[in-house]
């Protein structure tokens, strides 16, 4: 790969990663209006925990996924995954239902946050990676 394409692949990878922690921070933030739109402000931590554990236990999945089907496909998978689970998260219409649309959420961005670690190991050698 020339020094551009890595560069622009670097970019993407340095977005999708921005792209799911801005996701758990602006959600962290607004929680609490949300909760008062939707009427569930008892059921408030279950959105963000059911994100949190769902990322943090699909992270190793992936990593062990990606060595047998390849980074690419499943990095794939992950954008899509955390697509859908965006989407339908702004239709939710009660709290239960936005905990489980996070928690479908969360299955992508715990590809979001470890694949392009791995990703730019594969791309880079030793010496670059600093």
């Known amino acids: 790969m ?3 394409e890595i560069n622009l692949v670097i970019l993407g990878l340095m977005a999708a990663m921005f792209l799911s922690s801005l996701s758990q921070t602006v959600v962290g933030t607004a929680m609490r ?3 008062d739109d939707l009427h569930g402000l008892s059921l408030q931590a279950w959105v963000t925990t059911a994100f949190l554990i769902v990322s943090t236990v699909m992270t190793p999945i992936y990593g ?5 089907f390849g980074r690419r496909p499943l990095f794939l998978i992950a954008i899509v995954l955390f697509l859908v689970g965006s989407v339908a998260s702004s ?8 905990a489980g649309f ?6 992508g961005a715990g590809g979001l946050m470890s694949l392009p670690l791995t990703i730019m ?5 030793p010496r670059e990676r600093a």
Request: no cysteine; net charge positive.
């Open 2 to 4: 020339t020094r551009r």
């Open 33 to 35: 209006t949300i909760a």
């Open 64 to 68: 062990k996924l990606s060595d047998l």
């Open 91 to 98: 239709f939710a219409q009660d709290m239960i239902q936005l």
């Open 102 to 107: 996070r928690a479908l959420q969360g299955l």
């Open 121 to 125: 190991g594969d791309i880079l050698a």
